[in-house]
């Protein structure tokens, strides 16, 4: 299923993006601050805990995961609703 369905006159068979990437794209910064909170509450080093939450390899792909999580029960609570 499609987001904004549209016709699109350049790539006429691409009619959008998918509603699973847009539920994604708007859980991100929940997912973000999910693991921003992990990372804080469990790191045991105080100088590396009071610094910036860093983008690393794992969690970039940790917060990923946990958008595309959120929307997929976002999708199933939208066809329960149907």
């Known amino acids: 299923m499609k987001a904004f369905p549209r016709p699109n006159t ?11 990437d847009y539920f994604a794209s708007k859980a ?9 909170n992990y990372h804080n509450s469990e790191e045991n080093d105080e100088t590396y805990k009071t ?10 792909e940790l917060i990923a ?11 199933k609570a939208r066809e329960e609703q149907l």
Do not use: C
């Open 65 to 75: 995961e946990t958008a595309y999580e959120m929307a997929d029960a976002m999708l």
């Open 10 to 20: 350049i790539h006429p068979n691409d009619l959008g993006m998918d509603l699973r």
């Open 51 to 60: 610094s910036n939450f860093q983008l690393d390899g794992n969690y970039q």
């Open 28 to 36: 991100m910064p929940l997912a973000f601050k999910v693991w921003e």
